[in-house]
């Protein structure tokens, strides 16, 4: 069964930092590049940063470059998500998913919320 769980994010003022995980089903993880969207309040969700299947080459949105971190554990299916620096507009619901996404089965995601 496909499994995305995500979790560590919370409440943080303007200039703070949170890291965020990910644990993926195997069939998933081992097999594509991830992810990390972001779904701010009233948007579509959106593709923040991707990390490819050897954890050698990146891609960051303009947003976040220079802020966010990704990074991955293939030996426990896992993945992380750095966050420095947080601004108010990086508020939203985090998703971990393979990228291109395999599977609509989304996790719930774990809320980011960043008060100016």
């Known amino acids: 069964q496909v499994q995305l769980v995500e979790s560590g994010g919370g409440l943080v003022q303007a200039g703070g930092s949170l890291r965020l995980s990910c644990v993926a089903s195997?069939?998933?993880?081992?097999?594509?590049?991830m992810g990390w969207y972001r779904q701010a309040p009233g948007n579509e969700r959106e593709l923040v940063t991707r990390?490819?299947?050897?954890?050698?080459?990146?891609y960051y949105a303009d947003s976040v470059k220079g802020r966010f971190t990704i990074s991955r554990d293939n030996a426990k299916n896992m993945m992380y998500l750095q966050m420095n620096s947080l601004k108010p507009e990086d508020t939203g619901v985090y998703y971990c998913?393979?990228?291109?996404?395999?599977?609509?089965?989304w996790g719930q995601g774990t809320q980011v919320t960043v008060s100016s």
């Open positions: 998913n393979a990228d291109p996404p395999v599977t609509t089965n």
């Open positions: 990390i490819s299947r050897s954890g050698r080459t990146n």
């Open positions: 195997a069939s998933i993880f081992r097999s594509n590049d």
